[in-house]
């Protein structure tokens, strides 16, 4: 090729025997593009269309000097953009070639070039932007810690130097009842060291504490889910229903034996066919009061208690909801203490008690079915805060209503559905430091002849897993909110209180199952790997979405709190009052339907709180408008009430979705405001940010339809959620050890 | 309470002790109410007053009194519609009382009681149609099935066959060993059936059936997926990579043992550094001409072959991936046979095996690393298709390009990402299986007095259920087009092919990780037991998103070949350029969207097929018209084209998607269209509007913004959706059992 005419077209030979993204069809475009040029003399498009014959590819060697060729003619000309601008330093610059302009532009198009990013691989050492990108925190992790940790700080670092001691290393067997006994034995662990009973009162041993007691699980959670579940069937749910249905008699009996877990026992509600609709229990007690005894029995059964945690091994006693019965009248489901095991742990009479099995995760926890075969217990046996059976053999009870009664001890119950989102949390903040760590230090791929990148550099691992983070934090805060006006209720509060706590499990646990999908894929194979955790974090976390309430289920209830409340607020609506409703305390609403401000882009504008909260509370408060007024519409019309909620069901999860984002943000909002290390506030911030940016981007859909936000403007935001991202990109490494989860726990070799 | 006067307050006295959502607050707002009303006496409102008094609650006889008489005025007039409706009634038409209707009214709204609710409660056995809903298919089962097997209905049955054996029990063990050593087994009993040869030449005793092959694949799919995967490392990627990438001596040496699984085998590609990136592995192969061998070497210990399947226990040989030295040239990777054990299954000299442990789901398939010291392997052993070392010891291939060799041997494999997800399609079935006939015999809930109602009954269990259903359905189709496509491949079509193997790898194994979890959540607790298999599903196939390549690295593969083919036809783009493109092959864009089509909203537009497509397709061309006028736009201002991709990474991976989400649309149009049974093309036609519907409502926002769709017309497509999902129902059992799955594989007793 010593011909300079043959010379020009180097780039295009080489690049059409080189490009794994050029094919035969390129092949056959060049070649038409050599046969039309008539510059070239018939020899000469002979001996080009020659070096294109599949059956005469050239050699090895000759695309190293074609590669030479290139390389030099780029060092003479650093600026090229273009294939063509190579053809012409290969030209020695011959004015010949520059008339040909036009054809070897339209070739480079025929070819599905990008010049740019042809001549971008021909380069050594390409400096990027996207490789230089690394870890650079500007604030200190310990404050940030310090922060997270609050009040409760030092009954977290207790736990902790508790569940790193070697005796807590994890169980690698993948033996059920090997596993399960470890288990006992670290929750007896717990139980010496006074973990266990820290909400019970002093009286009975306890340290009278709930608010320790909720950093105690949700720390727990950062060590194995089994542990921390069968801790809380232990403890809080076997032990806070002794405490929270009983009365001073049980208490003495039994809370100190429970707190010591010397007496270890189940909290057995949930039967085979009633899960969610708990009112429907079938399992009966039935008094006799010739003997002032009850008789709890199982009548079918799919009516056996099921999944009932400590059952299949170590429980001795268990919280039974049974349906009390007075001569043949059905007072509701009352709660009662019925013995399943002797201390010799030999199951009693008339107990028939089945194991669950393997299940997906949480095997370290003994999860059996209960059948009752006419069981008597004594009358004492009643959890009689709510109910009881006088001396008479009357039924007396402070709550009428056997439905209200039986919702009242529901309520007082309501503390699982916060220690649950809270482990929950835990468990996405474990995932997210493994995930974040590891991909700060994986790299691949980078630009060609440079070094390869750290993943975490890419913009779209970003996207995966910094608005996860940014809601994980929000989450966190917001845990803390419901965990004090959980603390601090009065009774007046308290449907609120459990509205907040069903919605914020269910958020929660939703939260994590996501984050750690998110997780697993975002670490690949490493990901899936036992070693490294976080299929175990996604497989005992899995069924958080479901215990303590059905997510979905949990949501509705929330949607009809919310409605209950605005109708209390605004009864019967006209047009009017709905406007009204949704524009009171949204007092920037008119200003933002203003078109200049639906379309207001500016950096300062979209990254502003208070935006973020007016467009939230906008968004909660007219979808629950739009959900009351076609709920009333449709019963109007003479639909049957359980028919028009149907109808509406998946407008009443929104309901309940937009109430919770907004409370998530406004904590978060309300949190961030108190931190007094500005450097950590500026970059939480960030995150809060990010969440609200990145929320009010998947529901986009739902603003563009309403005209709040219009097109200029979404765009606008998912422009600054990339950039959000990449601006924490540098921080991220250290917003997950603000954690301070243990190393010993996190336990991933990926993650270390 | 003889009074009328005070007899008319039974409805709210009753509720207010009853009704579990009113609370202390309602107690005041009625105490209240009471004080002023004043056609009542002083001593008649402290009658009142009294009896709401939280320390003198109403005995429970009081309560039930009060409840009888609330419902013989219900009787007398079963047409009332407010609690005013009944205190009419009490207070036998008194016209005093009529006076006072708005006050009452005014009360109602102030306890935010919905009259009708509160009343229907009453009510005995209130017929709603959610209650009386139920399966009643319209379509003959076995018709469907027949379309779904298509021409592969035979083998399908024969496979069926064998895994109903009873010595295809699932294994229950959770010692791997156990559990590895059974897949074993069953691997050979299906290779004694000839199945795991059914690809490879009859020469070679196979089946030349590469169709069959995959059908085998995804009928095993219903039993264990270790199985599965298992058969596809042995048959499909050390089988395949032997037959793609040796030649004629290799196949005499090879193929017949590897069929008979006489010979175990691995393929090992991916390193601990390189997983995406394969171009980057590190193992080296160095030709030593003297007695003609390579050395077979790992330079480090992160350059070691990682989760490689039968590498822990079975495999005696391995297909090597490593970069090919001769006399200090790099030239670039190539595939060797490597063997790693004897017959008596001792690992050999120079191999270190470690077993990759316990991982979060495929647990019966032997997972290990490999490193090679110095290993010495026979000249005959590279796979010389497309390069060798000559009888000279020089480099010799008719694929000049070291980059270009390796894509082209890796476009020889891309069978792999057929099988992957069509062993993914029938995982995604089975969990859909079990969740619908799961929710159809599941009760929960139900109208006051009613009986409990089929969750499937439930609009939002329909929406999370039928749209993975409908999309399931539709990449069925999707995948036995890709098939065909591939068994008929040319040279030409194979970047396309490539590129539509890889996007449909991470469409179907992303839609089963999205179906097998709403069907994990959608079965609660039931789901979460091993017995009833979700669980294992999830965590089995939780790895198809990342094996045969990581998802979100292959849709930006999809989204570069698409941008390819977009610069070859419209070269460098101006603004008409962009727009004649979206426009064309579009034709009824114009008409869309003119604002009366983009509003339009009448059923038989919305459920219109070319509605649909169109919609689809414009998405499609509009969303990649903008990446590459973005990209043009980044890289014209100077960024470099690495950087460039990067910033618009995101929207890369729409670019794929769009076109994904059109090529499953058409083929699932072109698949129905062919349907001769008319009825199950009706329901099936059905499902596919369901697919088309639910994503144009999920990418709504999308809509919006560019103004295809406005919002009239999105709120209508969410209404049709529901309204979809509601006309299945009784249609969806037969919709799964159509797919056929033998109960024994299914095991669940759930579903059973």
Same mark, same amino acid.
């Given at each position: ?464 897993? !910094?608005? &996860?983070? %940014?809601?994980? @934090?929000?989450?966190?805060?917001? *845990?803390?909110?419901?965990?004090? $006006?959980?603390? =601090? ?121 208070? !935006?973020? &909260?007016? %467009?939230?509370? @906008?968004?909660?408060?007219?979808? *629950?408008?739009?959900?009351?007024? $076609?709920?009333? =519409? ?119």
């Amino acid at each position: 090729m010593e011909n300079t005419k043959l010379k020009v077209f180097i780039p295009f030979l080489y690049l059409v025997w080189s490009d794994d993204l050029l094919t035969q069809k390129e092949h056959l475009v060049l070649k038409k593009f050599i046969s039309v040029q008539n510059w070239l003399k018939d020899d000469e498009k002979v001996a080009l269309i020659s070096q294109l014959s599949i059956s005469n590819a050239p050699s090895r060697f000759t695309m190293t000097n074609w590669k030479s060729e290139i390389n030099t003619a780029l060092e003479h000309n650093p600026e090229a953009r273009s294939l063509f601008d190579i053809v012409i330093e290969l030209s020695n610059n011959g004015s010949a070639i520059s008339e040909f302009a036009t054809n070897f532009i339209q070739l480079e198009n025929d070819l599905g070039i990008l010049g740019e990013d042809v001549i971008s691989n021909f380069k050594k050492n390409v400096i990027t932007f996207t490789s230089t990108h690394q870890s650079d925190p500007t604030f200190e992790i310990s404050k940030l810690t310090q922060i997270l940790d609050g009040e409760q700080s030092e009954i977290i670092q207790k736990v902790k130097s508790i569940i790193t001691r070697p005796e807590f290393a994890y169980e690698t067997s993948t033996d059920t009842a090997i596993y399960r006994e470890k288990v006992y034995q670290w929750c007896k662990i717990l139980a010496r060291e006074n973990l266990g009973n820290m909400a019970y009162p002093k009286k009975y041993g306890g340290g009278e504490n709930i608010a320790d007691y909720f950093a105690i699980m949700e720390t727990l959670s950062y060590h194995d889910l089994s542990l921390v579940i069968k801790f809380g069937v232990q403890f809080g749910l076997w032990g806070m229903s002794i405490h929270s249905l009983g009365t001073e008699k049980h208490y003495q009996k039994y809370l100190k034996d429970i707190g010591t877990l010397k007496l270890p026992g189940c909290f057995a509600m949930t039967e085979t066919n009633h899960g969610s609709n708990v009112k429907g229990l079938e399992t009966t007690a039935t008094y006799n009061h010739q003997n002032k005894t009850f008789v709890i029995n199982t009548p079918h059964e799919k009516a056996q208690k099921e999944y009932i945690g400590n059952a299949a091994i170590h429980g001795q006693m268990a919280t039974v909801f049974a349906k009390l019965i007075i001569n043949e009248v059905d007072y509701g489901v009352n709660a009662f203490v019925v013995p399943l095991r002797n201390q010799n742990n030999q199951i009693l009479n008339g107990i028939i008690i089945k194991d669950c099995g393997l299940k997906m995760g949480l095997n370290g926890v003994d999860n059996g079915t209960i059948s009752f075969d006419n069981v008597i217990i004594p009358k004492d046996n009643m959890l009689d805060r709510f109910a009881s059976v006088n001396e008479q053999g009357k039924f007396e009870s402070p709550i009428p209503s056997d439905n209200r009664r039986f919702f009242t001890m529901l309520g007082t119950l309501v503390g699982g559905r916060i220690g649950i989102p809270r482990s929950a949390l835990a468990a996405a903040k474990s995932g997210l430091t493994i995930a974040i760590q590891y991909s700060d230090k994986r790299k691949q791929f980078g630009p060609e002849g440079g070094e390869e990148v750290s993943i975490l550099n890419y913009r779209m691992h970003q996207r995966r897993l !910094f608005p &996860l983070l %940014a809601k994980t @934090y929000a989450i966190h805060f917001a *845990l803390q909110y419901v965990t004090n $006006r959980f603390i =601090k209720r009065t009774d007046l509060e308290m449907p609120e209180i459990e509205a907040l706590a069903a919605g914020m499990k269910a958020y929660s646990t939703w939260n994590t199952t996501a984050t750690l999908q998110e997780c697993r894929e975002a670490c690949g194979g490493k990901g899936y790997l036992s070693e490294n955790r976080i299929g175990v974090l996604k497989s005992d976390t899995e069924i958080y979405t479901t215990f303590e309430g059905d997510n979905t289920v949990l949501m509705q209830l929330v949607a009809k709190n919310r409605l209950s409340e605005f109708r209390k607020t605004y009864g019967k609506m006209d047009a009017m009052g709905i406007i009204s409703y949704v524009y009171e305390n949204t007092k920037t609403v008119i200003a933002e339907k203003n078109p200049i401000i639906t379309r207001k882009t500016d950096e300062a504008h979209l990254l502003d709180a208070t !935006f973020h &909260l007016s %467009a939230f509370e @906008y968004r909660e408060k007219t979808i *629950l408008a739009s959900a009351a007024k $076609r709920l009333k =519409k449709l019963i109007d019309g003479g639909l049957e009430p359980y028919d028009a909620f149907n109808v509406v069901q998946h407008q009443m999860i929104d309901v309940a979705q937009a109430y919770l984002d907004r409370v998530v943000l406004e904590q978060f909002i309300i949190a961030i405001d108190k931190f007094e290390d500005s450097k950590s506030k500026d970059i939480v911030n960030k995150l809060s940010q990010l969440y609200a940016l990145s929320l009010l981007d998947k529901n986009k859909g739902w603003y563009l339809e309403d005209g709040y936000l219009e097109a200029i403007k979404t765009k606008a935001i998912r422009k600054m959620v990339n950039q959000l991202c990449w601006e924490l990109r540098p921080e991220a490494i250290s917003l997950v050890k603000a954690f301070a989860i243990p190393d010993s726990c996190l336990s991933a070799p990926i993650a270390l």
